[in-house]
């Protein structure tokens, strides 16, 4: 089992920056991959960023050029680092680890116009 704690949400206006952090319970080195995804009102869960094990990372086309994933296998943390954020943007994020599929408690961002 891993625990995994979302931090680093919170209200900002459009065309700011935040930085999400993903703390898990244990070394993230065996995860084949660290994933960040959100979910707004009303609309279902989507993939925002990923990075394997090998870092290598994909991202949502709406987020290209915007945002940034890495890892510090060292502190077990994945960051998401938001630039440029859009009122779009606004959504509860998601930490997840693969292959097991665990999932942290998400962590509200909110964009204002």
């Known amino acids: 089992q891993v625990q995994l704690v979302e931090s680093g949400g919170g209200l900002v206006q459009a065309g700011g920056s935040l930085r999400l952090s993903c703390a898990a319970s244990r070394s993230i080195t065996s995860m084949s991959a660290m994933g960040w995804y959100r979910q707004a009102p009303g609309k279902e869960r989507e993939l925002v960023a990923r990075?394997?094990?090998?870092?290598?990372?994909n991202y949502a086309d709406s987020v290209k050029g915007r945002f940034t994933i890495s890892r510090d296998n060292a502190k077990n943390t994945v960051y998401l680092q938001m630039n440029s954020l859009k009122p779009e943007d606004t959504a509860v994020y998601y930490c997840?680890?693969?292959?097991?599929?665990?999932w942290g408690q998400g962590t509200q961002v909110t964009v204002s116009s």
């Open positions: 990075i394997t094990s090998n870092s290598s990372t």
């Open positions: 997840n680890a693969r292959p097991m599929n665990y």
